[in-house]
């Protein structure tokens, strides 16, 4: 399965390498540093790439590439999977996964990596297995460390393996009990020149954040499951219970983790939260063009729209754009082309716009293609599907939980086309 | 010391510096820059006593791994602290050894002895690491100890254990392939485990070792279908793709019939219709080759093909994308077509995630669209393209959607590229291009409207743009020359603009091709071309030689001298293909004495009418490769790919699936004799018979059943525990027997069974053979539902064993007891299912009603069953316990005293009504005359069959009638007065919440079913503790259904009985579960959708057992 696996930086450089069968030379990534060049955009760079001998199959996350090298027929989706599934855990452990972090935390890299693979073949994925074999590093911990000359892999032995229930470890004790599930939801669009929706889904998740001593057993429940077409669960949820009741039951791992992804079915009209009024022209001869961008509150059900981002990437033509703005600041980059109007709150009142001119390339013919616009928006408190949770249950366990239920929508793909 | 002046110096310089969120580690800052003097400093790090210090010198070590330094020279000082105390450090130690013991072996030996040590530690998790870190030393020397050590391993208690056995087995395989038939026969060994951590492993390790040993599956193939769902995410993966493989060498083509069924009267069929038409070349073929198969037997799906898509489907949920493409995969090439489109959904989710998994999932739902076009077209939208995507997942898309394109949809599809063309990625820009013309020659409809849009396209200020229009333009308009000589003209003109090579090529092709519909601009093209001949790139100029040479066959008068310039041009030219070129055309057009015969063939050899191209999908038959697979995403074989083999002719012998119990598996109970002997029975007439090839299509059915039955109950089922399946099968047994006893009833042998059951145990068991036996003679189904639980085999001697204990203990228990009251029927049934094994038991269903009429038959059972002593104990159960309460007293009666009692008999008039048996007694001196009911009140939806008018009760004398009383599954009481000739005396019957139901009868797997899904608020528990006297199973079981009108379920564990009843009314399931547990503590469970009737029923069952 996978041989080894190597880190590239942005700007090409090997800065951590690990070897679970015999060492590969690090020359191997030199396929994938020419698929890298020839590529336009880093994120052309194709994720499969076949070399004489091997064959590397990387993905890119917060600018590193994570370059796995196999021998032989293995799922590409397999190896990819694994893969953002050892960023998610490094993002777990430090907080972020960038190349300082990774350098800072070497040896607990290394020896996650260890555990993750055997042999080229993953062993332990689930964050609680993890932190139980290997502690994440805290100020705390490292000053207790410092001191008593203890250590981060833990003393303990990995018993989650064995149980049942191998994504929740045991003995977990909490003094005060609480779970917190947040149903975030995202509208793909995308809208037409005349405003028009030519598409739009929602696609949702519910993030939950457990803390429970012991075993508890949750349900939960909602008002109207019949609005979740499409689900993906976490392993914990009981699959027939959800069959049988659309009733989610399952015993929680032990703090964050994604309890189930969803597509709420396409039938369903999608309430498009804002629309856009635009008019960006280019005029022959002219070295010209006009910029005119005004947002406004479509279906908010009475909820504010918040954090409202806008960016644009501007044909190669556009010079520099001259704007101004009702609201909010806007940049453009002159080298990416790419604007971005970081708008704020949409006040109904009063509606945010965004005017003026954009000089181009002289002598230049007008540019024919139209740039699109990109919104990012959030709503608080609302759940664009009308998804609600009814309740949610505690068995098993004796004492009572606080419960907490967040709901928020925000924009995914979100894109006005000109 | 300078070392540990060293290490003081760089704690205090990072403390200094303050890293608050990683904190400090002291493998940051100083070792990226550290150089190799320091070396030493490690040594003696290493060797000092101190764990810090050796922790300290190990965290650089490893940096320097990590950053792929050497750090070899140090491996004597590591290898001696494989030893050490201290966790991380050994486990450091260890991350060193696996990297350098390959470079020094004679060293690495040093630390095996502590791995054999670690070996033998009582601590599962050691033993397994020391495992793990031994066999991941690529040590030749050392492949005897690491196969000993495996095989030791693979039978370890722990399950643990033997998946790192599991683990190992792939890397012995690699360090010494010679070791294969020896890792076979552990592999064959593992494969058999039970537990889910073992089974993903196992299938890796054999998938590496000797993926082509497929009949080490035959075995253990329904226990992985049945464990799969429960197997972690990974091993999922690798056993689904094994098991698509298996199927395609085991089971018939699912789809040989389709074809025929589609084209006798598909009309129903009309979603798959679209593709039928362009498959119907290749289904013709397959149609011809399998017709004489499918007419001589119809198809039938294997059940173990079944139970593989049945198992896998609920993993298409998996949020593990790798999962998903697994199943996907399997249903695209083991499904029946019209099973297959439930993958688009799951697909088309993974399309939201990272653009890596978008890429993979797009190429192969390009491949699917090409096969099955109908799946994806409900998600068209969702392959829209966004500005934002990168340019290999847009042109993906592109492909997706050109593949989706019908008549349907295409003036959509069209606008959309419309949008694209204006992207500022050229390269996405010219992809849709030529999306745009495969769509114009799939569909002859839109081929004008693309023509001129792409003409339009001419125009265009980008030449990247127009040089791609004109290549497709190319393409189109050799469909259909003649018509679009005005395009050729158009494009003529853009020869003087056009400066991309390919393009001017195109169109000078175009133009020499049809000089023809162009006689006039022809030849000027050729000038102008033959003016810049030299300037041009390759490809123009064997194109400009190419127009001149077809104009001069066609127009010598004006083009000769041309023609000749052009050839005199490239007879010099630098490129020799140019130059062989230009000499043999000019042999061929220009007759000259040398030229032979061919010169004459001249006009028909460049003037020959050529087949239009086919615009081709670049993913078509890429299906060839199992997809998702690598190879499937490169086109090509990678290394170590197993071929997916052709569905074979006929299905090769089902039989093997078949398991029988065998001793070297630790966790099956052990099978009897007679179980062996009685499989072998069943078989011979079995396989023996005609139809054999259906005959295991049916009882497999059940099989997947009892296993999703077992997973839904709850986590502590899934852990596979033995006491499970066993109880699973049992339950499944009884089945079969309350199916044949229901055919019996049929046939009215109702007393020839009593008689069997009164008979000794040996004789019912060989009567119930011969019964078999001659139902299968007289009907094959029959015969099949048998042979399903035979061929499942794992029951148990000892849960046989058990229950005849259990019988004998009845046995002694119930002598003593009375015998019983008439009206106890029906909850014989409860106690009798315990004996599941030795006889048929009536029905509660079925027999009531005509019980409850025929008094005769009544009193017939009731002889027999006093005379049986093996049915007694479970008549008794209830009778005890029928209690009277008091209607009437004969002090207010006046005499006349009423009692009623709950018959729990059903109420032949009306099924929905309680049955109510009241006795009256006549104390009074005088006659009471026409007793009836009147006035009667009740509660909205309640209603009450009153009884037939009691003419005269004499005085002294007593008698009984029954009525029925629809209580609507309420405790509200049915109030009405009950009139004699001088009297009206107000009465009300109010029921006690337990016999607002009636029993009825499940299996231990529909329990569970039901169970699963009255979970939450319909589920109430309580936790008590037995009264002293009910401590044990008969006395629960008694007191429960006195209790309460429910029958008991068959239950496989000790600790547990097991109610089941309906509540009168709505028919609600009420389910009831007392748990023990130790010292009389228990834990009573009640499952009902009427929670109000669960809540009442738990507290009667409270004080029926705590009493």
Redesign the interface.
Known sequence: ?IHSLFLVNASGD??????W???VS?SVCDYFFEAQERA??P??V???I?TPHH?LI????HRIYFVAV?????????V???L?RVVDTFQDY??VCTEA?I?????????LL?EML??G???A?ESNILKELIKP???L???VN?IT?S?????Q???G??S???WRRTGVKYTNNEAYFDVVEEI?A?IDKSGST??A?I?GVIDACVKLTGMPDL?L?FMNPRLL???????CV????W???R?L?F?PPDGNF?LL?Y?VS?QNLVAIPVYVKHNITFREGSSQGRFDLTLGPKQTMGKAVEAVLVSS?L??GVLNANLNPSQGTYTFDPVTKLLTWDVGKINPQKLPSLKGTMSLQAGA?KP?????I?IQLKIQQMAISGLKVNRL?MYGEKYKPFKGIKYMTKAG?F?V?T | MSASSAFNDEKGGSSSVGEPEYGHDPASGGIFSSDYKRHDDLKEMLDSNKDALKLEAMKRIVAMIARGKNASDLFPAVVKNVACKNIEVKKLVYVYLVRYAEEQQDLALLSISTFQRGLKDPNQLIRASALRVLSSIRVTIIVPIMMLAIKEAASDMSPYVRKTAAHAIPKLYSLDPEQKDQLIEVIEKLLADKTTLVAGSVVMAFEEVCPERIDLIHKNYRKLCNLLIDVEEWGQVVIINMLTRYARTQFLNPNINESLLEEGGGGDKTFYCSDEDEDEDEEKEKQAEVSALAKRKPYVMDPDHRLLLRNTKPLLQSRNAAVVMAVAQLYFHLAPKAEVGVIAKALVRLLRSHSEVQFVVLQNVATMTIKRRGMFEPYLKSFYIRSTDPTQIKILKLEVLTNLANETNISTILREFQTYIKSMDKDFVAATIQAIGRCATNIGEVRDTCLNGLVQLLSNRDELVVAESVVVIKKLLQMQPEKHSDIIKHMAKLTDNIQVPMARASILWLIGEYCEHVPKIAPDVLRKMAKSFTNEEDIVKLQIINLAAKLYLTNSKQTKLLTQYVLNLAKYDQNYDIRDRARFIRQLIVPTEKSGALSKYAKKLFLALKPAPVLESPFKDRDHFQLGSLSHLLNAKAGGYQELPDWPESAPDPSVRNVEVKESVPEWTKCSSREKRKEKKVEKPFYSDSEGESGPTESADSEPDTGSGSESVSVSVESGSPSDSEESEESSESDEDEEEEEKEKKKKKKEIKQMQASESEQSSEDDRKRDRKIKEQKSNSESESDEDSESESSQSESSDTESEVEVKKKKKVSEPKPPSKPLKKEKKEMSLLDLDDFEPTPSPQVTPVNTFLSNSLVTDLEGLSLSDSVLSPATIAPSSALKNYELLHRITGEGLSVEYCFSRQAFSPDANMVAVQMHFTNNATSDTKNLHIEDVKLQSGMRVKEFAEIELLPAGEATTAVMGVDFCDSTQAANFQLCTHTRKFFVSIQPPVGELMRPVFLTENEFKKEQSQLMGMNEISENLTLDAKCRNEHAIVQRVTTAANLSRVPCGSDKECRFAGKTVTSGSLVLATVATKDEGAAQLTVNCEKMVIGTMLVKDLLLALTQ
């Open positions: 399965m090997i800065f951590l390498e690990k070897h069968k015999s060492v690090r336009t955009e994120e052309n194709p994720p499969v076949s064959y990387s993905v890119l996350r196999i021998q032989s027929e293995v799922p590409p989706l397999f990819i999977e694994f953002h430090f907080g972090a350098k800072d935390n070497v040896v607990v890299v290394y020896e260890e055997d042999n073949f993953p062993l994925t590093p805290t100020i911990r490292t000053m410092t000359g250590t981060n892999v833990g003393e032995l990995p018993t393996q064995l049942v229930v191998p793909d995308i030519i598409t889904e696609q349900t429940s077409d499409d689900v993906s669960f976490h392993p009981r699959f027939k219970r069959e049988a009741e009733i039951s015993i994604r992804s597509h396409s990437q044909p190669r013919s024919d293609e139209n740039p699109t990109n249950d793909k894109q086309r």
